[in-house]
């Protein structure tokens, strides 16, 4: 008996070890190997005919043809909640299903969470008007709006069987090794040039389905410009967006087989986030609590000695050590 509670615990005690091992390795080196847990839950097309079928639905339309249903060119004023033309799905990709995409899949069950932006615990709710507000450049959708509890449902959906509280392999986007240097606007333009221009279009203002006013959306969508999120989204700060770029662009590629170097991806988002975008009013206000605030939050104050140059660009590995007592926020 003692000796096989031994035996179980050495087994237990090799595999935190081992679990151990592979956190710290996903930390620290650009690309791991896929795991098991990732799954891309069924079409909700497949669900049984019923009110919940129709709002999985709607809510699936709302990420994937945001613009088409509350987008600034629908006819009906009172459902223009998104002040650009991009839709969820332009950042969230394949509908929230695709691994280091910003997938939806698993989120239902990891809020209410702690958001350094605001300094609060945080609803899936006040999460999806974060993005509504800032990477939409729009306003917030009423809790009880028919809109908020498609969103809502869809992505209970995408969430079946996945735990509360799990964090799922391939949430968010991928952590890419920090730069010792400054990012490059200047550089990043080569790269534009030479791989994003042929689909985001020269100005960066993407290429529209159909033509302006007709709610259609893009093709490609625009990276900056008026029509772009705006400069307190997620997107703007510089880590988010070069994490996201590498692992994803241009579109189609993956984590596992990125078509970027680790330097074009940090240069290339320099150099679209150097760019001219919607402001958003009041962003002195985020990060209530400065001690806790994103180091690559592009705009001040901040309560330490870097430059806001530093906190656009980087390096970040100076500021993130002197930040090291304050729990930071992805
Ligand atoms: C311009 C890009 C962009 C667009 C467009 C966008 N988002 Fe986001 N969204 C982000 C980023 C970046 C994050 C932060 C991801 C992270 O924390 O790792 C995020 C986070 C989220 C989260 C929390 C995800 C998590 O893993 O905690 C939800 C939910 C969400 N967005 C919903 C939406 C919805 C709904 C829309 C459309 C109305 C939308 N987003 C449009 C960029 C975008
Ligand atoms: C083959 C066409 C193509 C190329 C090349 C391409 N993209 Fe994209 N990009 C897309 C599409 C399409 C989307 C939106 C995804 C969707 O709607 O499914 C997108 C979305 C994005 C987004 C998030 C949405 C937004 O509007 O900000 C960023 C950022 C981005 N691309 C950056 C880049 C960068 C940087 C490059 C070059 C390294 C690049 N892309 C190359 C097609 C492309």
Same mark, same amino acid.
Request: glycine share 12%.
């Given at each position: 008996m003692n000796r096989r509670a031994a035996a179980i615990s050495s087994v237990l005690i090799m595999t935190f070890i081992l679990s151990g091992l592979a956190v710290a390795q996903t930390a620290e080196t650009t690309l791991t190997k896929p795991k098991s847990d990732w799954a891309v839950p069924p079409d909700p097309e497949g669900l049984e005919r019923g009110p919940w079928r129709e709002m999985v639905l709607y809510g699936k339309q709302l990420i994937v043809e945001t613009p088409r249903v509350v987008?600034?060119?629908?006819?009906?004023?009172?459902?223009?909640?998104?002040?650009?033309?991009?839709?969820?799905?332009?950042?969230?990709l394949s509908g929230g299903t695709q691994r280091f995409g910003l997938p939806l899949i698993g989120v239902y069950g990891a809020f209410p969470t702690y958001m350094a932006r605001e300094n609060e615990v945080r609803t899936l709710e006040d999460r999806i008007n974060g993005c509504f507000e800032r990477s939409m450049n729009g306003r917030a959708l009423p809790g009880d709006s028919r809109e908020m509890k498609a969103i809502l449902s869809y992505i209970q959906y995408l969430s079946t069987g996945i735990p509360v509280g799990k964090t799922i392999e391939g949430r968010g986007s991928a952590a890419l090794p920090l730069l010792q240097r400054a990012a490059s606007p200047q550089r990043g333009a080569a790269v534009y040039k030479k791989?994003?221009?042929?689909? %985001?279009?020269s100005d960066g203002q993407g290429k529209r389905i159909?033509?302006?006013? !007709? +709610?259609?959306?893009?093709q490609f969508p625009p990276l900056w410009g008026p029509d772009s999120f705006n400069?307190?989204?997620?997107?703007?700060r510089l880590i988010a967006s070069a994490s996201f770029i590498r692992a994803n662009m241009p579109v189609g590629t993956t984590y596992e087989a990125p078509m970027l170097s680790v330097e074009e991806a940090w240069d290339v988002a320099a150099y679209i986030n150097a760019q001219q975008r919607p402001a958003r009013a %009041?962003?002195?206000?985020?990060?209530?609590?400065l001690g806790r605030?994103?180091? !690559? +939050?592009?705009f001040p104050p901040f309560t330490d000695a870097f430059s806001l140059q530093q906190h656009r660009l980087g390096p970040f590995q100076p500021i993130i050590d002197g930040q090291r007592r304050g729990g930071r926020e992805r």
């Open positions: 987008g600034p060119e629908v006819s009906n004023p009172a459902m223009r909640y998104a002040g650009n033309n991009l839709t969820c799905q332009s950042c969230h791989i994003c221009m042929e689909c %985001h279009q159909g033509s302006k006013g !007709d +709610a259609e959306g893009y400069d307190g989204a997620g997107m703007h %009041h962003l002195e206000l985020d990060y209530p609590n605030k994103a180091v !690559d +939050a592009p």
